[in-house]
């Protein structure tokens, strides 16, 4: 099997099975890092402790197939060029899981198959730190499930092959854990407006109800869908449902407390990588589906114009930018 994209949810995913002796290829397109991870193992560290694993690793060009089964975790807007890559190396009757932000599985499916897509739901932390080195950043269950909502061997046997990591569910609700991620994603990219712990700024009150109507704008989307969302352990829909934002905003400065990462992934995009996040994939995929579906997102369409600036360099991080998503 492979592991596609090596970075900090594919490298946790495939050092952790490595470990426990599945066997895998991990596939990266960052020469360096794969450079490190042949030469010295891939490092590990974080609220686990560290270890490090002897793992193959190589570069797309280097794949030679066909596999049974392949975990894509590029970022979203990866996704296309990866499945180029990979495709030809899938075995007829090969799987594709998306370990992935957004939506993929319907690219993966128009590619691939919808029989040959598994959808995933993972929601842990993790930091690519350097070549051969991520660091683990919290916990979180996975949930996987195919896109009819059936079960299948090979459904079963992924599901084995990730609770070598965590514990790992199988749900007939897949789309339901998606947008609950899509929903919430907005106001984890909000928080990434601002250079501060995320449970710093959800808890303000100047900050707080600008976030909890930015996610009660973009869960419109998939109520029109008839899309029933689930529950994740820093987020609850029916605490969306009111005009009290607190409940809703202690319970995620609660989750990120509890974590050695308390700032978001896009935050370290735009503050330490400087580089583009997947803004218009996840957020930009809401206000999208929204026009489709002729509602108004305004809040969740001016967050895309913030974050893009930002990664542009003409506007810096600061406590302003919360303010403008509600002008």
Known sequence: MLVWGAGAIGGVIGAWMAREGVELLLVDRDRAHVEAIRSRGLLIDGVRGSFRVEVPCALPEEVEGPFELVFLAVKCMDTDGALDELLPHLADDGRVVSLQNGLNEERIAARAGPERTIGCFVNFGA??????HIQHGGEHPIFLGRLDGGRDPALERARDLLARFSETHLTDNIWGYLWSKLCYASLLFATALVDAPVHEIVRRADCGPVLYRLVQEAMAVPAALGVRLEELADFRPQEYEGGDWRPAMERTAAHFEGQLKVKTGV??????????????????????????LG?????????????????????????????????
């Open 295 to 327: 509602l108004e997102v305004p809040r969740n369409r001016h967050l895309v114009e913030l974050i893009h600036e930002i990664e542009e360099g003409i506007r810096p991080m600061a406590w302003e930018n919360l303010g403008e998503l509600e002008s």
């Open 267 to 292: 935050w370290r995009d735009l503050a330490v990588r400087r580089r583009r996040t997947e803004v218009d994939c996840q957020v930009g995929e809401v206000v999208t589906r929204a026009r489709s």
């Open 127 to 132: 930091d690519w730190q350097g070549p051969g």
